[in-house]
T-cell receptor, first 112, second 112 residues
């Protein structure tokens, strides 16, 4: 079946380094891919999205890359800060109601 | 402030009882969603609604019911038919056709 999954469940980086969080997807018909950040005990917060006809999109300190050939999505965070510690989910858009299919998440821990 | 509000934050229920989780938004969004999140997992869609007085089942609707009598409100009832109701429940809303969904802070339901 179609699915969205993540390569690594945990990632630890030193403060100030760049972080790369990866995601694999299998539904090549998805229109959008979205990255969410979820802090402990809180709801997910939208970070950035990318259309399926794009291969790169940049935001503030974040860049999302989409490789449709290998069905791979990544989120790059520049100069990682302690406040970036959270679980990061990739999600793909399905259906006309724009409901999302989420992966299981990657826990990012920023080390001092 | 505009936003989406879930209440209560923590909820305890005895086995065999129904319980209703509240979700209110003042963002003037047409679409609203309910997700369930279990520890270490992604979000799974329970129900969604694109317009008042209309809603559709998501991937895991069994044991749950919803109503959409007002645009601002999308309450979720966890019935006694739900075999494993202990989880973190997240409500979200979005504009029709939008990729960005705004999440509430969640309700943690525990069956005792």
């Amino acid at each position: 079946g179609e699915s969205v999954g993540l390569h690594l469940p945990t990632l630890s980086v030193q403060e100030g380094d760049n972080s790369i969080i990866n995601c694999a997807y299998s539904n090549s018909a998805s229109d959008y891919f979205i990255w969410y950040k979820q802090e402990s005990g809180k709801g997910p917060q939208f970070i950035i999205d990318i259309r399926s006809n794009m291969d790169k999109r940049q935001g503030q300190r974040v860049t999302v890359l989409l490789n449709k050939t290998v069905k791979h999505l990544s989120l790059q965070i520049a100069a990682t800060q302690p406040g970036d510690s959270a679980v990061y989910f990739c999600a793909e858009n399905q259906g006309s109601a724009r409901q999302l299919t989420f992966g299981s998440g990657t826990q990012l821990t920023v080390l001092p | 402030d505009g936003g989406i509000t879930q209440s209560p934050k923590y909820l305890f229920r005895k086995e065999g009882q129904n319980v209703t989780l509240s979700c209110e938004q003042n963002l003037n969004h047409d679409a609203m969603y309910w997700y369930r999140q279990d520890p270490g997992q992604g979000l799974r869609l329970i129900y969604y609604s694109q317009i008042v007085n209309d809603f559709q089942k998501g991937d895991i609707a069994e044991g749950y019911s919803v109503s959409r009598e007002k645009k601002e409100s999308f309450p979720l009832t966890v019935t006694s038919a739900q075999k494993n109701p202990t989880a973190f429940y997240l409500c979200a809303s979005s504009l029709q056709g939008a990729t960005e969904a705004f999440f509430g802070q969640g309700t943690r339901l525990t069956v005792v």
